[in-house]
């Protein structure tokens, strides 16, 4: 059984700085492509950054150079750091993980995120 477990989440002001992790289990991390995926309310879930299996990265127009997302095999972990957040990025943040081995996908439960003064 697939887990993505995400932390990491909370209340920041604008400016500010948090790192997400999402752990993963019952999946081979190696080979699989990660990302993240955040929804606001009243709002469609978008995509926000994704690590394929090789390193490569991709980022929506609106975090390029803000956030970062990088993978930690050994730990079957990947990270969303965000920096300079603003209050539009306040969302439900989502792991997704996407199998190497097949065309399952799968998602976390959500950490919320919320950037407010």
């Known amino acids: 059984q697939v887990q993505l477990v995400e932390s990491g989440g909370g209340l920041v002001q604008p400016g500010g700085s948090l790192r997400l992790s999402c752990a993963a289990s019952g999946i081979i991390f190696s080979i699989a492509s990660m990302g993240w995926y955040r929804q606001a309310p009243g709002k469609q879930r978008e995509s926000v950054a994704t690590i394929a299996r090789s390193g490569t990265t991709n980022y929506a127009d609106s975090v390029k150079g803000r956030f970062t997302i990088s993978r930690d095999n050994a730990k079957n972990t990947v990270y969303l750091q965000m920096n300079n957040l603003k209050p539009e990025d306040t969302a439900l943040y989502y792991c997704?993980?996407?199998?190497?081995?097949?065309?399952?996908?799968?998602w976390g439960r959500g950490t919320q995120v919320t950037v407010s003064s």
């Open positions: 997704n993980a996407q199998s190497g081995l097949s065309a399952s996908t799968y």
